[in-house]
T-cell receptor, first 113, second 112 residues
Framework: DAGVTQSPTHLIKTRGQQVTLRCSPK?????VSWYQQALGQGPQFIFQ???????QRGNFPDRFSGHQFPNYSSELNVNALLLGDSALYLC????????????FGPGTRLTVT | DAKTTQPPSMDCAEGRAANLPCNHS???????VYWYRQIHSQGPQYIIH???NNETNEMASLIITEDRKSSTLILPHATLRDTAVYYC?????????????FGKGITLSVRP
């Protein structure tokens, strides 16, 4: 049973560019949440997708957007990249938006130069 | 969600119990205490959660004080693989808001 998978593992972008990160949830899960983790900090909630709609959103600008597909996989898009967007981006899946347990993927390390 | 306070770090000897404290003095009656951990270069991993009774599973035990203002995560026989950052989180378990609000956590170092 595959857990949460994310791609790519690492990537390097230049300031001002756009990036798309991908996540496949754990088998049987239908809800995907995205978190940003800066170095030395705990993960910060970006948003959550359920039934192909954004259900909750954290304190992140509109440059951060997402999408969920009918197969429950999800994408995180970040436009107009800033140096401060350099971080580990984590995807977590759960069975329903109210589930007490979230399963995290290994993350995508984004470096903006 | 209520805020939590954890010391920045602690260590323990391999094979001994690791007791990780957490203060959550402003916790509401409908908020649960959750513990996650993050091993280096991995995503966070769920450990355990509880409301007011002590809880135990195959990974750890959670002891919540009677006034619910603090709790302790206990790893009964710590191993080197338990070296990680441990996050104590409080949140409402029901309702639409299921986001996890992480602090900086406590870094546990298990020494041989």
């Amino acid at each position: 049973d595959a857990g949460v998978t994310q791609s790519p593992t690492h990537l390097i972008k230049t300031r001002g560019q756009q990036v798309t990160l991908r996540c496949s949830p754990k088998s049987g899960h239908d809800t995907v949440s995205w978190y940003q983790q800066a170095l030395g900090q705990g993960p910060q909630f970006i948003f959550q997708y359920y039934e192909e709609e954004e259900r909750q959103r954290g304190n992140f600008p509109d440059r951060f957007s997402g999408h969920q597909f009918p197969n429950y996989s999800s994408e995180l898009n970040v436009n107009a990249l800033l140096l401060g967007d350099s971080a580990l981006y984590l995807c977590a899946s759960s069975s329903g938006p109210r589930s007490y347990e979230q399963y995290f993927g290994p993350g995508t390390r984004l470096t903006v130069t | 969600d209520a805020k939590t306070t954890q010391p920045p770090s602690m260590d323990c000897a391999e094979g001994r119990a690791a007791n990780l404290p957490c203060n959550h003095s402003t916790i509401s009656g409908n908020e649960y205490v959750y513990w996650y951990r993050q091993i280096h270069s991995q995503g966070p991993q769920y450990i355990i959660h509880g409301l007011k009774n002590n809880e135990t599973n195959e990974m750890a035990s959670l002891i919540i004080t009677e006034d619910r203002k603090s709790s302790t995560l206990i790893l009964p026989h710590a191993t080197l693989r338990d070296t990680a950052v441990y996050y104590c989180i409080v949140r409402v378990a029901t309702g639409a808001n299921s986001k996890l609000t992480f602090g900086k956590g406590i870094t546990l170092s298990v020494r041989p």
